[in-house]
């Protein structure tokens, strides 16, 4: 049994929760999401919290359970606080800007990457060797920050690329004479 599952997800002040069947609803400060969980996991909202448990003693529904709590648990904290990746780029110029409503990176490449900002993401550049993803849903926020660390990830040899802040990059030596 997950030990996460069994902990329920207050819903603080301020956000609205609402349970549809397998479809859970946020509405905070930070803007609506919904979540529709699988069917082998029950939902319900009971006095400001809601519970999740597995409708079955199966493998897979105690296996699902835990993941549909903290997805509901990210819904909370998405539509109250929203979240954050930052990334930075290393290498001698390679920058980013903003360029309207599009992200505009130069990486090393014979043309600038042009990188539309999705709905519901803010991008913001405080520094150009700086980039800062925020948004309320987590998974678009990893998608898109992993988008733009795919255009050039950091390579082993010079360190050069896009990578998130904090991540550790294994160097590599180069060839010996």
Not at 56 to 73: D, K, M, S, W
Not at 88 to 97: L, N, P, S
Not at 128 to 140: A, H, K, L, Y
């Amino acid at each position: 049994m997950s030990r996460v599952g069994k902990r329920p997800v207050a819903v603080p002040s301020g956000v609205t929760a609402t349970v549809d069947g397998q479809t859970v609803k946020m509405k905070g400060p930070k803007g609506q999401l919904q979540f529709v969980v699988h069917d082998d996991v029950e939902v319900k909202l009971e006095s400001g919290q809601i519970k999740v448990k597995p409708r079955l003693e199966t493998n897979r529904a105690r296996a699902l359970y835990g993941t549909a709590r903290a997805q509901v648990a990210n819904l909370v904290e998405g539509v109250t606080k929203g979240f954050e990746k930052k990334l930075e780029i290393t290498g001698v110029g390679y920058r980013a800007a903003m360029q309207g409503k599009n992200l505009q990176l130069a990486l090393g490449y014979s043309h600038d990457v042009i990188y539309t900002i999705p709905e519901g993401i803010t991008i913001t550049v405080p520094k150009p060797t700086e980039i800062t993803v925020t948004g309320s849903d987590i998974q678009r926020v990893g998608q898109v920050a992993a988008e733009i660390r795919s255009y050039r990830p950091p390579e082993p040899y010079k360190g050069k690329g896009v990578k998130y802040v904090g991540e550790f990059i294994f160097r590599k030596e180069g060839k010996k004479k």
